[in-house]
Structure formats: structure tokens, C-alpha cells
T-cell receptor
Framework: GQNIDQPTEMTATEGAIVQINCTYQ??????LFWYQQHAGEAPTFLSY????GLEEKGRFSSFLSRSKGYSYLLLKELQMKDSASYLC??????????FGTGTRLQVFP | EAGVVQSPRYKIIEKKQPVAFWCNPI?????LYWYRQNLGQGPELLIR????????DSQLPKDRFSAERLKGVDSTLKIQPAELGDSAVYLC???????????FGQGTRLTVV
């Protein structure tokens, strides 16, 4: 079956670093995506990993270990505007894109 | 470049009434998705199109939901009749192909009363 697990909520302080974990069990694997979603808005694309390792893009980095079915999103130098939900999504080998329930991050001053 | 456009943004209907949502994907994007998102949850795939062909509709409640993507561009999603449990945000997304990231529209927030 399909299962994507993320923590429901996290809190952090402005300027800090936070790591949001995602574990998955899916029917095959063809890439993992991270999306950011502010309340009442559409998800926006953050990162894509298909090979093992770390992808860095500015303040955001994403890591993938396919053998462990594990990914994390690392947010550095947190800003208040980073308060949002972060969605982990896996593309299965059938090209179906499956989303986790999301991690709601609150950044405090 | 225009993003994914959906309409309407909001819709309130009484139960048992029909409702339709419209989506115009990014130009040149062959893959189109319809997702449903309940409050505090991640998006749940309803149907995926590759051009005009529905390649995955396994999670579409076919007794009341229908979708079409004529000419492989715009798409409509219909619910008839609507039930209270259909209240959710309906998101449309598109991608160039099945291997690239999906871009989402603003969604249609449906409230069934």
C-alpha cells in the first residue's frame, strides 16, 4: 500500500534551522517532491529529489535516501514568512503523485 | 507566463445540487491533475490526465464525480449530486510531463450546505 508519514506540527524560532522528516512506503519510486503551502493558498514547488543525496536551493535543502524510504527538508535562517505547511509527495512508478498529510510549521519571533 | 487558472474560487451549494469546476493548465503542459484537499490534510488525487486521456481515475468516486479534458487542454470536474462530505478545496495542477514538478492553481473552495 501507500504510506507517507510526516510530523503533524513543528515549531521553531526565527533565525533557527528546522528539519522536517518524511518517510514513505509506496508502489515503486520515481521521485520525491517538497511543496510549501500557506494557509488558504495553493501548494508551491520547493524541491525535487530522484537520486540519493542532498539538493540545496538557497535557504532550503532536501535530502533523499531511497534505500531507507526517507527524506528531509532543511530550512535555514528561518523567517516568519516560512510559517506554512510543508508537503512531502512521492511519484510512484506509475507516475501517480501521492501527498503526505503535511507538516504545519510555526515560526516564532 | 500565466499559471494554472481555476474558477470559481469559491462555491456554496445545497446538497443534491450539481456543481462544476473549471481548470486551464499552463500552456504546453500535457499532464493535468485534479486533487481534493480537506482541511489539515494533504491533497488527495482524484484523476490524472495525459493529454486528453484519463490515465488514473482509480480514486474518483464515479457514481457522482465526472471529469473531462477535451482537446487535451482545459478540464472540468463535475459533482452530481453533491453531498455534505464533498465540502473541500478542489485543486487543479499541471506539469509538462509525468517526470516534472506539478504547478497548482488557487483551487476552488466548495461548501455544501
Amino acid at each position: 500500500g501507500q504510506n507517507i508519514d510526516q510530523p503533524t506540527e513543528m515549531t521553531a524560532t526565527e533565525g533557527a534551522i528546522v528539519q522536517i522528516n518524511c518517510t514513505y512506503q509506496t508502489s515503486g519510486f520515481n521521485g520525491l517532491f517538497w511543496y510549501q503551502q500557506h494557509a488558504g493558498e495553493a501548494p508551491t514547488f520547493l524541491s525535487y529529489n530522484v537520486l540519493d543525496g542532498l539538493e540545496e536551493k538557497g535557504r532550503f535543502s532536501s535530502f533523499l535516501s531511497r534505500s531507507k524510504g526517507y527524506s528531509y527538508l532543511l530550512l535555514k535562517e528561518l523567517q516568519m514568512k516560512d510559517s506554512a505547511s510543508y508537503l512531502c509527495a512521492v511519484r510512484e512508478d506509475t507516475d501517480k503523485l501521492i501527498f503526505g498529510t503535511g507538516t504545519r510549521l510555526q515560526v516564532f519571533p | 507566463e500565466a499559471g494554472v487558472v481555476q474558477s470559481p474560487r469559491y462555491k456554496i451549494i445545497e446538497k443534491k445540487q450539481p456543481v462544476a469546476f473549471w481548470c486551464n493548465p499552463i500552456s504546453g503542459h500535457n499532464t493535468l491533475y485534479w486533487y481534493r484537499q480537506n482541511l489539515g490534510q494533504g491533497p488527495e488525487l482524484l484523476i490524472r490526465y495525459e493529454n486528453e486521456e484519463a490515465v488514473d481515475d482509480s480514486q474518483l468516486p464515479k457514481d457522482r464525480f465526472s471529469a473531462e479534458r477535451l482537446k487535451g487542454v482545459d478540464s472540468t470536474l463535475k459533482i452530481q449530486p453533491a453531498e455534505l462530505g464533498d465540502s473541500a478545496v478542489y485543486l487543479c495542477a499541471s506539469s509538462f510531463d509525468e517526470n516534472t514538478e506539478a504547478f497548482f492553481g488557487q483551487g476552488t473552495r466548495l461548501t455544501v450546505v
